[in-house]
T-cell receptor, first 115, second 107 residues
Framework: DQQVKQNSPSLSVQEGRISILNCDYT??????FLWYKKYPAEGPTFLIS?????DKNEDGRFTVFLNKSAKHLSLHIVPSQPGDSAVYFC??????????????FGPGTSLSVIP | DAGVIQSPRHEVTEMGQEVTLRCKPI?????LFWYRQTMMRGLELLIY????????DSGMPEDRFSAKMPNASFSTLKIQPSEPRDSAVYFC?????FGSGTRLTVV
């Protein structure tokens, strides 16, 4: 049973527009959520995270929103750039930013930003 | 900071052979994770260590898989004997930082 779901395998967005990647989870014990970006032949790169006590975290062009009651989070990229084209993984953990616990990954969404 | 260092980057081996994957975590990080990525199952957590102690190995698929962390600067993932279905990319992560992975092909 998949505890972290990313229902869109792929997404195409025009350069300069907003990219919205969605993620749903089933385990109510998850308290810490992460987004990773992955290019081919490289390991996933940590992008941004959010703890369950917040509903929004922003870092430059990247914003993550958390709706804990709906068990849903999303990653917004504004404006999207061609270099953002990659696979984005949503991940969840029962740990925290400082207390590392097992991290469960979603299947990923492949984002293509069209120039 | 050299990041998480995994070796080898690529490994091709024959079915039945022993395979050892290596990982050097980032100095000062107390948690180390081994993941496997396949097309069918995505990124799966195999095992993780805190302060060199295995905490959860429930993701290890079979007894053919074993992992050790003899000290804070080194970990190994061993498959013995290897099978074609073990072909995958194996990642080591130090806290939330991933290495570049080892692409294993078992023929």
């Amino acid at each position: 049973d998949q505890q972290v779901k990313q229902n869109s395998p792929s997404l195409s967005v025009q350069e300069g527009r907003i990219s919205i990647l969605n993620c749903d989870y089933t385990n109510s014990m998850f308290d810490y959520f992460l987004w990773y970006k992955k290019y081919p032949a490289e390991g996933p790169t940590f992008l941004i995270s959010i703890s369950s006590i917040k509903d929004k975290n922003e870092d430059g062009r990247f914003t993550v929103f958390l709706n804990k009651s709906a068990k849903h989070l999303s990653l917004h990229i504004v404006p999207s750039q061609p270099g953002d084209s990659a696979v984005y993984f949503c991940a969840a953990s029962e740990g925290s930013e400082t207390s590392y616990d097992k991290v469960i990954f979603g299947p990923g969404t492949s984002l293509s930003v069209i120039p | 900071d050299a990041g998480v260092i995994q070796s080898p980057r690529h490994e091709v081996t024959e079915m039945g052979q022993e395979v050892t994957l290596r990982c050097k975590p980032i100095s000062g990080h107390n948690s180390l994770f081994w993941y496997r990525q396949t097309m069918m199952r995505g990124l799966e957590l195999l095992i993780y260590f805190n302060n060199n102690v295995p905490i959860d190995d429930s993701g290890m698929p079979e007894d053919r898989f074993s992992a050790k962390m003899p000290n804070a600067s080194f970990s190994t993932l061993k498959i013995q004997p290897s099978e074609p279905r073990d072909s995958a990319v194996y990642f080591c992560a130090s806290s939330h930082t991933f290495g570049s992975g080892t692409r294993l092909t078992v023929v």
